[in-house]
């Protein structure tokens, strides 16, 4: 026997099964040159000289890890679909005397081929492209420095040491398969699970309450924070019952409508029902993988979308002003009157002006509360239980509002607070206070600390009064006391440029003298934060549209390989319908039925899952700075009606495919 019969008759296999190969092929080098590419621009060296460089790195990495591991799960996935349409004719090799050694050899060949194919032909197409990419992600980032066009080693010895492991492990689990099952099993292979399925109503119940409670989780959440604890665990169970609804749920709902005997006995209805239902089984894991693979597409590209989109908006709700100085001090006054002069005469030398001008002291700490006693303890840095407590006095009260100090005695104070109101007297360790008025509202707090922050905000009477609460939380928290706070922000006139270079000038003139005055001293700026917040939302939108594409590309792939394996699967039952007096076109409009049904199901349930995950999804934007509701909400639409053209396209496409197939 020649040394080249295999590998020819590999060749030839692979070219006769061109229906099935080349378009796993061609997923094959997306999922390579993809990895190539994010590999490329993570450790590309133009990328560590962009503001923000930490946060896109780490999006960067996320992203590599994310595409490495889908595509090992995905090319397994698809892999299954091509060994169960070739068991038939590996069965039929072995009978006409062919080893199981050598159909293992004609399977090395055939696994080396596509590798050598895929691998070569990824890597080619990422390095042509990565240099488009890289420009794409420096457009969304506001980053002008362009990188030159060279070949990543590193993204090629990644992408190498990933593809070449899955290729070896899926060679691995064909020739197990192969070694393990008898030539009969072989050639009846792919007629496995054309049994009826059995009505699983535990499963089915399990699924609805699996999918009940996640949705549950998703619209009962009301706190970011919580959100971002519970998000994951109501994906979870979203995803158990999507699986779940759809290899029981789906055999009950056909079952019931085979006993509508008036919409099941006409001919599409007939032959398209009692078709999917003896196929559920091997459907259900397709049509469910095609729902969360949708939702995945969906919930990405419109989160990342909207929050690109809102960026000036996340920058409004983060920093209200400018520029904000919050400085440390544990001990002393610190010079509160020339850190102020210092602040003025910097701003001044920059030719600006200040406005909206805010400056105050307050002390804040964590302490444990229980009705109406707070607890100064370290046991309750870390619970549920604890609140916020923020201190200032009268003085500072009126400083902060521009009104006329409010007249407290002893321990009487001024309470406002975000969360459960706090009754009168209340106690804080061995003092008790009473509330005198409850404020309204209180100028410290905004938006973002009422989403974030359940506190009570306390006016004392004067710094005796703070002097004893600050004494007394720093004995009882030891190394984990909190320090005194002074609070400076305001508005400059100006350019953003001629911001960033005032506030670069302010933060010098702190640095070189006022600094010593306090134990820490740190600056923001709006203007000087913009570029790190561009960087983190142009990467969540780089990150977003690029693993859309990926989940986009296996959702299609896993569509055209199950409307192959339906068409070759119904082929000979519309054979044997036409040959009983079935017509061409009832033929066509039950293939139609059939088609939308299957397809436009997990469509259907993907924007459901959206609508219930809605309100969970906007308050994990909320951490992310970004309020504006309506515009996820548009974003949210479009990229419904954009991901619904692209498949209803790829529907046209393979209800054709199926039809030439089975007519």
Request: proline share 2%; net charge positive.
């Amino acid at each position: 026997m020649s040394r080249l019969f295999f590998p020819r008759l590999a060749v030839s296999n692979i070219r006769k099964n061109g229906r099935f190969y080349f378009p796993y092929l061609l997923t094959c080098i997306g999922a390579v040159a993809m990895f190539y590419i994010m590999c490329a621009i993570t450790f590309d060296e133009g990328v560590k000289k962009m503001p923000g460089a930490d946060s896109l790195s780490f999006i960067l990495k996320l992203g590599c890890i994310v595409i490495a591991v889908f595509s090992v799960i995905f090319l397994f996935y698809t892999n299954s679909f091509l060994i169960k349409r070739r068991k038939k004719e590996l069965g039929l090799y072995n009978i006409l005397g062919m080893e199981k050694r050598h159909i293992a050899r004609i399977m090395f060949f055939e696994t080396v081929l596509i590798a050598f194919a895929g691998i070569t032909g990824g890597i080619a197409a990422g390095v042509l492209l990565h240099k488009l990419i890289v420009l794409c992600l420096f457009k969304l980032i506001n980053f002008s420095v362009p990188v030159g066009f060279y070949v990543s080693g590193i993204g090629m010895a990644y992408s190498l040491s990933l593809f070449i492991s899955i290729f070896l492990l899926t060679l691995l689990f064909n020739l197990v398969q192969i070694k393990l099952a008898n030539p009969i099993e072989l050639l009846r292979g792919s007629s496995v699970g054309e049994r009826e399925p059995k009505t699983k109503r535990l499963l089915a119940f399990a699924g609805a309450a699996s999918l009940g409670a996640g949705y549950y989780i998703a619209l009962t959440i009301e706190s970011p924070l919580e959100a971002i604890l519970y998000f994951f665990l109501a994906v979870l169970l979203v995803i158990a019952g999507t699986y779940c609804l759809f290899t029981a749920g789906s055999v009950f709902v056909l079952k019931q409508i085979r006993k509508n005997k008036r919409y099941y006995y006409q001919a599409k209805h007939f032959t398209s029902v009692s078709g999917m239902l003896y196929r559920m089984k091997q459907n259900a894991a397709g049509l469910a993988n095609i729902c969360i693979l949708s939702t995945m597409v969906l919930v990405m590209v419109s989160t990342t979308a909207s929050l690109y989109a809102g960026v000036e908006d996340a920058l409004d709700y983060r920093y209200r002003t400018d520029i904000s100085i919050s400085a440390k001090y544990t001990s002393g006054a610190a010079d509160r009157d020339r850190m102020l002069a210092d602040i003025q005469n910097a701003v001044k030398e920059q030719n600006r002006s200040m406005s909206n001008l805010k400056d105050y002291r307050y002390l804040s700490f964590t302490a444990g509360r229980k009705g109406n006693e707070f607890a100064l303890n370290t046991d309750n840095l870390f619970t549920n239980s604890s609140n916020s407590l923020v201190f200032l006095t009268a003085e500072e009260y009126a400083r902060l509002t521009g009104t006329e100090p409010a007249e407290l005695e002893g321990n009487e104070v001024l309470v406002y607070s975000t969360g459960e109101n706090i009754g009168s007297p209340f106690k804080l360790q061995d003092q008790e206070y009473s509330v005198k008025a409850r404020l309204d509202s209180f100028p410290m707090v905004d938006e973002y600390f009422e989403d974030f922050v359940e506190a009570h905000f306390v006016v004392v009477s004067g710094n005796d009064a703070l002097s004893r609460i600050y004494e007394a939380q720093k004995r009882a928290y030891g190394k984990y006391e909190s320090s005194m706070t002074h609070e400076i922000s305001f508005d400059i006139d100006g350019t953003d440029e001629e911001k960033i270079a005032c506030a670069n000038s302010v933060r010098d003139t702190l640095g070189s003298g006022t600094k010593e005055n306090y134990d820490s001293l740190y600056l923001e700026s709006k203007q000087l934060s913009a570029g790190e917040f561009y960087a983190f939302y142009g990467g969540f939108l780089f990150l977003g549209v690029f693993l859309g594409l990926l989940f986009l590309m296996a959702t299609v792939l896993i569509m055209y390989y199950k409307q192959i394996s339906e068409g070759y699967d119904d082929k000979e039952r519309f054979e044997i319908m036409q040959k009983v007096g079935m017509s061409r076109d009832e033929i066509k409009k039950t293939i139609s039925s059939q088609i939308l049904l299957v397809f436009f199901l997990p469509l259907v349930t993907a924007c459901i899952h959206i609508a219930f995950a809605f309100k969970i999804i906007t308050k994990l934007l909320a951490v992310m700075n970004l309020t504006n509701v309506s515009l996820f909400a548009w974003c949210t639409l479009f990229t419904v009606i954009i991901f619904g053209a692209i498949y209803g396209i790829v529907y046209a496409a393979t209800a054709r495919v199926y039809y030439r197939i089975v007519s």
